[in-house]
């Protein structure tokens, strides 16, 4: 595991003590700061290409979330939305933020709007990509319903690289974005000590359904979508748009669930122009 962290550990990656957790983060560029928070079976090199782009006007600041990349897992850590809302807090407050944008992906983008919601004077300007939050059990993404049956999920224990390969081809609509260093990586942070029990462990999490409060929140908001998302259908996007009075929209025909990594110039210029 060890010679595992040391292959994700570069000269920008910083550790913090949040919470109980050593958080694993990068924090580049200068200006007005924006978090970027990743999704499940991810980690904030998800944001690679964005930092690129973006840092040239902001403070860039990613990071893995508990359960996820090198931060790890805490067993006993209870997930849901009060504990990563009040993780949130904390992480900004140990890196002395008050106010900031945040940006989320799929899971991500979820605990970015349920924050948003309850912290709307820390937040300045909200990016929800491909984001989760309206619960339809029968439409939960692979990983998933594998997590979920008692049966199954101990076989994440003996995940190979090639159901990580399925997973990531779900992903993107342009099967060409997922190369041998793409799936290597998920598979080995997926592996690392306690994130395969943090993934289970959260995907067995009871979330309550509490979209109707999106229709008090006044952040202004951009919603990117890719139109040919397997794990979350572009339905939501317009859910999303209709219920946040101060939303943009902006759906990508040929992209998938993670538009940041397979279209990043395009939707970081989107944002940058949405922030600017």
Not at 87 to 103: E, Q, S, Y
Not at 173 to 184: C, G, I, S
Not at 190 to 207: S, V
Request: proline share 3%; net charge neutral; glycine share 6%.
């Amino acid at each position: 595991m060890l010679e595992i962290s040391k292959k994700y550990i570069t000269q920008e990656s910083k550790f913090i003590e949040v919470m109980d957790y050593k958080v694993h983060y990068r924090d580049e560029g200068e200006g007005f700061p924006i978090i970027l928070v990743h999704g499940s079976f991810s980690s904030l090199h998800t944001y690679d290409r964005w930092c690129d782009i973006l840092q040239k006007d902001f403070r860039v600041i990613r990071l893995d979330l508990p359960g996820f990349g090198l931060t790890g897992h805490n067993k006993d850590t209870i997930f849901g939305i009060t504990f990563f809302c009040r993780f949130f807090n904390a992480f900004a407050d140990a890196l002395k933020l008050k106010k900031f944008h945040i940006a989320g992906n799929s899971l991500g983008g979820w605990l970015v709007w349920e924050y948003a919601s309850r912290n709307s004077t820390r937040v300045d300007k909200m990016i929800l990509i491909n984001a989760a939050g309206f619960i339809k059990e029968k439409e939960y993404p692979l990983p998933f319903v594998i997590a979920q049956t008692p049966m199954l999920r101990n076989v994440f224990k003996y995940t190979p690289k090639a159901a990580i390969r399925k997973f990531l081809r779900q992903v993107f609509k342009d099967q060409a974005k997922v190369t041998d260093e793409l799936v290597d990586r998920h598979y080995d942070l997926f592996h690392m000590e306690g994130n395969i029990d943090a993934f289970i462990k959260i995907a067995n999490t009871k979330f309550e359904e509490n979209t109707d409060s999106l229709k008090n929140m006044s952040t202004p908001t951009l919603i990117l979508w890719g139109k040919e998302d397997e794990w979350i259908n572009v339905n939501y996007a317009y859910k999303f748009y209709n219920s946040l009075s101060n939303s943009q929209l902006i759906v990508y025909e040929n992209a998938g669930h993670v538009p940041m990594e397979e279209i990043p110039k395009k939707s970081a210029t989107d944002v940058r122009l949405f922030l600017m």
